[in-house]
């Protein structure tokens, strides 16, 4: 992990860079002159001149930084992530083996009729029931995540993107959050740790879906 960060890191040190990490700016003015940006880190607040300021930040973050109105309405993040870490991949019913089956991205309730109704309960300020999502095994890919002892014992992370959970939902609401994950949860683990449970098993389709 890290290995393309690492890789533009020493480009931009043998180019001559002086890179600066755990700063936060505060403010860039800009004028035909030139440029300086503030910037505080643990030690202080610093300033920097220079010809130009290259931004990698969302347009509404830079207009701040430049002390304007926005030009674009401000983003909302529309997903609730859950990030879990695991003793071993869960088993699936039908026996397919799970490295194979978590090597791809597993649908969770992300038809088109279930996308549908989900965004239509978020737009009316609604949590989706059932709420759609995504499950990703991120360590089969790279075991470099975990750490030694523990890629060794067989752990695995997974990671859930819930779709369509507007952050306004949560906004004001205490409980949504912890509402949204139950939700998650009841969709895909409970079924996962009881193999004997009488609810109805999770089906994989041909798109590694399950209702
Ligand atoms: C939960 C989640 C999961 C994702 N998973 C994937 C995936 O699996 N695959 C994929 O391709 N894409 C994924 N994406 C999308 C991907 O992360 C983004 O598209 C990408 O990171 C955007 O890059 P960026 O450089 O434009 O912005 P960012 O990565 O957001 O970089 C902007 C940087 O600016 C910094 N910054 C902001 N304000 C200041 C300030 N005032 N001072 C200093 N620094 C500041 C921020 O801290 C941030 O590091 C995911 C996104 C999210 C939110």
Same mark, same amino acid.
């Given at each position: 992990?890290?290995? =393309?960060?690492?890789?533009?890191?020493?480009?931009?040190?043998?180019?001559?860079?002086?890179?600066?990490?755990?700063?936060? &700016?505060?403010? &860039? /003015?800009?004028?035909?002159?030139?440029?300086?940006?503030?910037?505080?880190?643990?030690?202080?607040?610093?300033? &920097?001149?220079?010809?130009? $300021?290259?931004?990698?930040?969302?347009?509404?973050?830079?207009?701040?930084? !430049?002390?304007?109105?926005?030009?674009?309405? +401000?983003? %909302?993040?529309?997903?609730?992530? !859950?990030?879990?870490? $695991?003793?071993?991949?869960? +088993?699936? +019913?039908?026996?397919?083996?799970?490295?194979?089956?978590?090597?791809?991205?597993?649908? &969770?309730?992300?038809?088109?009729?279930?996308?549908?109704?989900?965004?239509?309960? %978020?737009?009316?300020?609604?949590?989706?029931?059932?709420?759609?999502?995504?499950?990703?095994?991120?360590?089969?890919?790279?075991?470099?995540?975990?750490?030694?002892?523990?890629?060794?014992?067989?752990?695995?992370?997974?990671?859930?993107?819930? =779709?369509?959970?507007?952050?306004?939902?949560?906004?004001?609401?205490?409980?949504?959050? /912890?509402?949204?994950?139950?939700?998650?949860?009841?969709?895909?683990?409970?079924?996962?740790?009881?193999?004997?449970?009488?609810?109805?098993?999770?089906?994989?389709?041909?798109?590694? %879906?399950?209702?």
């Amino acid at each position: 992990m890290g290995a =393309v960060t690492d890789a533009l890191l020493t480009a931009a040190l043998s180019a001559g860079a002086d890179v600066r990490t755990e700063a936060q &700016v505060t403010a &860039v /003015e800009a004028d035909e002159a030139g440029t300086q940006t503030t910037y505080t880190t643990h030690d202080g607040e610093h300033s &920097v001149d220079s010809r130009l $300021v290259l931004s990698g930040v969302a347009p509404a973050v830079l207009d701040d930084l !430049l002390g304007r109105a926005p030009a674009t309405p +401000r983003p %909302a993040g529309s997903q609730l992530k !859950l990030n879990l870490l $695991v003793r071993r991949l869960p +088993r699936w +019913r039908s026996g397919v083996n799970p490295r194979q089956a978590f090597a791809g991205t597993v649908h &969770v309730a992300e038809d088109f009729s279930q996308l549908e109704a989900a965004y239509g309960a %978020a737009a009316g300020g609604r949590l989706p029931d059932p709420m759609p999502g995504e499950l990703y095994c991120h360590t089969l890919t790279d075991p470099s995540i975990l750490a030694p002892d523990l890629a060794e014992q067989g752990y695995q992370t997974l990671t859930y993107f819930g =779709v369509h959970t507007p952050a306004g939902l949560f906004a004001n609401d205490g409980t949504a959050s /912890e509402q949204a994950v139950d939700r998650a949860l009841a969709r895909w683990t409970l079924t996962w740790r009881s193999r004997s449970a009488t609810a109805s098993p999770p089906t994989p389709t041909a798109g590694r %879906a399950w209702r």
